[in-house]
């Protein structure tokens, strides 16, 4: 919180993240629905810095004023996962909209995965959501060759030792199945290479086709395979609070 001659109204803040009206804003702090830096505002008038001080309304983070881009890309399968290619292939530059900025790709994806992948110029959270002491979570749709029995799923789900190491799956459903192929869901903080190929390799049921739905609080959802879109607000206030930033 900054001093009250400096900073902007609680209530402006608000209503330039697209919460509410400043009257409706005034509403929800008289109501307590609003913490400023772990303290519930109560008073009208106070001043903040939108940029330092941590604000929620209902539990929820409300991120700072947009100076970074951040953009979700559902990525094709084939599409090289990197903005240039030497071979002259497909990369994730051709599906993005136009910009002056500069972005980079947070995390890998293979070329023959499709799904979410996020663009950003902003280092620092790229860098934390990337890097594998902040065990961000990924979520796969798997579909693979065979009928997946009961045995064979309890086994992913307590776990595989591959040749790099241990990897259990932080979630794991069987979503259907028949004679010929299975599909699941696997959710993962691991970010070795292929390591959901491996561990499907590992039980005897090698992946037909991988799209990773999610990363952390951000879902692929009805997004159209090649096209984007910005990251909301609410899912940028839930990726800052799982990085600590």
Known sequence: MVEET???????????????????????????????NGKTVTEQGMRVDPELDKIRVDGSRI?????????????????????????GRATLSDYL????????????LDTETEGLIILTNDGELGHRLAHPSYEVTKTYMVEVAG???????????????LEDGPVKPDKLKLVSRTESRSLLNVTLHEGRNRIVRRMM?????????????????????????????????????ALMDLVGL
């Open 6 to 36: 400096t900073g902007v109204r609680l209530q402006k803040v608000l209503a330039a993240a697209g919460i509410a009206s400043r009257r409706a804003s005034e509403i929800m702090i008289d109501k307590g629905r609003v913490e400023v």
């Open 63 to 87: 991120p700072p004023p947009r100076r970074h881009i951040h953009i979700v890309l559902n990525k094709p399968r084939g599409v090289v996962a990197t903005m240039e290619d030497p071979e």
């Open 97 to 108: 909209p136009r910009t002056k900025e500069r972005l980079f790709h947070v995390g890998r």
């Open 147 to 161: 009928h997946m029995d009961n045995k064979t799923f309890r086994r992913l789900e307590k776990g595989l030792h």
């Open 201 to 237: 390799e590992a039980v005897g049921h090698p992946v037909d086709r991988l799209s990773r739905i999610a990363i952390g609080p951000v879902k692929l959802g009805q997004l159209p395979v090649g096209q984007t879109r910005e990251i909301t607000p609410e899912e940028l206030g």
